[in-house]
Nanobody, 118 residues
Framework: QVQLVESGGGLVQPGGSLRLSCAAS????????MGWYRQAPGKQRELVAA???????NYADSVKGRFTISRDNAKNTVYLQMNSLKPEDTAVYYC????????????WGQGTQVTVSS
């Protein structure tokens, strides 16, 4: 059983910064690939950034150079540092965890709202 809880969202002006946190329960965090996804109203959920259990990172082209994903295995927490925020970054941001044991297992947090004003 894995539980993910996001925090750190809020209202920010264009050009501002936020840091999102995702705290994971359970013992599988260190072997999990972690990701941040976002979904704006009327749009598909999209991958923003991912970090593997080995520390390799990938980013959506739209956030490269602005966002940084990191993890602290000792704290069972993954972070998303968001700088130079734009109105188009407005969305609900979701934490995702995946690991494979016989089959792929996937878990989602409840999401945290990020709003970048115009």
């Amino acid at each position: 059983q894995v539980q993910l809880v996001e925090s750190g969202g809020g209202l920010v002006q264009p050009g501002g910064s936020l840091r999102l946190s995702c705290a994971a329960s359970g013992s599988m965090f260190s072997i999990s690939d972690m990701g941040w996804y976002r979904q704006a109203p009327g749009k598909q959920r999209e991958l923003v950034a991912a970090i593997t259990s080995g520390g390799r990172t990938n980013y959506a082209d739209s956030v490269k150079g602005r966002f940084t994903i990191s993890r602290d295995n000792a704290k069972n927490t993954v972070y998303l540092q968001m700088n130079s925020l734009k109105p188009e970054d407005t969305a609900v941001y979701y934490c995702n965890a995946r690991y494979i044991w016989l089959v792929q297992r996937e878990y989602w947090g409840q999401g945290t709202q990020v709003t970048v004003s115009s």
